[in-house]
């Protein structure tokens, strides 16, 4: 398989409850309807609320096909996106190896059609899983709000991953603002701070 024709984006946050979920599935969704293959990797294992925002029962999740040794994630299609998730509510291991996050994803990825675009929905923080996910994207997005723990969590974020990885294209999406304008003035705040002290390039996607 070539790494060439997939496209892996890493959707993330310094704190959890900015909205980062809710992103990760809206931008899967949005992918999708412009006709991109998609694959939606719920890696969030503590709590694997993706399948919750998309609607999808027990039933329907207990006849999702587990297609992996550790029993870890199930593989379902819902109009046309390909999702795979963990059951809402049943929590995960933590402090996997780097090496099984990519094997995980990999046993997803080799069986969907190319070119294919992979959206992972990561643990909020710097721990050991999340960073772990980080490192296989090809890109990352982070999740922020205007909440003084989410700004600097955000920032501890940001330099953990330019640590780790000074190649890698963050992009920001700021969630929960009372406006476009003020989205906008809050990324440029975070990115003052970023460039002073990270030196690192972000772009703003929106809010």
Do not use: W
Request: aromatic letters at 4%; proline letters at 4%.
């Amino acid at each position: 398989m070539s790494r060439s024709a997939i496209a892996t984006i890493a959707v993330a946050s310094g704190k959890g409850g900015v909205g980062k979920t809710y992103v990760s599935v809206c931008l899967a969704r949005a992918l999708n309807a412009l006709g991109a293959s998609t694959l939606l990797y719920d890696g969030d294992l503590g709590l694997a609320n993706c399948a919750v925002l998309l609607g999808l029962d027990e039933p329907d999740f207990e006849a999702a096909e587990l297609c992996n040794a550790a029993g870890l994630h199930a593989m379902r299609h819902t109009d046309g996106l390909h999702l795979a998730l963990r059951r809402p509510g049943t929590p995960g291991p933590t402090g996997l190896a780097p090496v099984f996050h990519a094997a995980q994803l990999a046993a997803f990825q080799c069986r969907l059609p190319l070119p294919l675009i992979t959206v992972i929905d990561t643990p909020a923080g710097i721990a050991v899983d999340t960073m772990a996910l980080l490192d296989i994207a090809d890109r990352l997005l982070i999740v922020l709000n205007d909440e003084a723990c989410a700004f600097l969590d955000a920032y501890a974020l940001v330099k953990t991953c330019c640590e780790r990885r000074r190649d890698v294209p963050i992009d920001v999406v700021t969630n929960r603002v009372a406006s476009n304008d003020a989205g906008h003035r809050l990324y440029l705040r975070f990115a003052q701070v970023v460039d002073r002290f990270l030196g690192a390039d972000m772009a703003h996607l929106g809010s």
